[in-house]
Nanobody
Framework: QLQASGGGLVQPGGSLTLSCTAP????????IGWFRQVPGKAREQLSC????????YYPDRMKGRFTVSRDNAKNTAYLQIHNLKPEDTAVYFC?????????????????????WGKGTQVTVSS
């Protein structure tokens, strides 16, 4: 199971770095996807990074303020969010999909991923 952490209360305009760890599970050979969910709405994809970090993907509407990265030596992935806005308030999830192909990226839908866990709450408010 994956664990997303690093959420909290942030002022508009601020930045945040979320972490994704996987105790007892190696993230290598898995592409990592970040999603978020606002209550009452479907989960939306934010980004994806390939197993070695050589390829990344962001939906058009997410380009510019989100940066995904990973450190396989630390078995951790990250999502930086810049210039946070109140509409970024959501529960953020990290997910993983098996990727023997080092260039493989994520399917665009949450349940297309193989693994996920509880998310971390991000609240943007002054």
């Amino acid at each position: 199971q994956l664990q997303a952490s690093g959420g909290g209360l942030v002022q508009p305009g601020g930045s945040l770095t979320l972490s994704c760890t996987a105790p007892g599970f190696t993230l290598d050979y898995h592409a990592i996807g970040w999603f978020r969910q606002v209550p009452g709405k479907a989960r939306e994809q934010l980004s994806c990074i390939s197993s070695l970090g050589g390829s990344t993907y962001y939906p058009d509407r997410m380009k510019g303020r989100f940066t995904v990265s990973r450190d396989n030596a630390k078995n951790t992935a990250y999502l930086q969010i810049h210039n946070l806005k109140p509409e970024d308030t959501a529960v953020y999830f990290c997910t993983a999909v098996q990727a023997k192909d080092r260039q493989r990226l994520c399917p665009p839908y949450f349940y297309g991923m193989d693994y996920w866990g509880k998310g971390t709450q991000v609240t943007v408010s002054s």
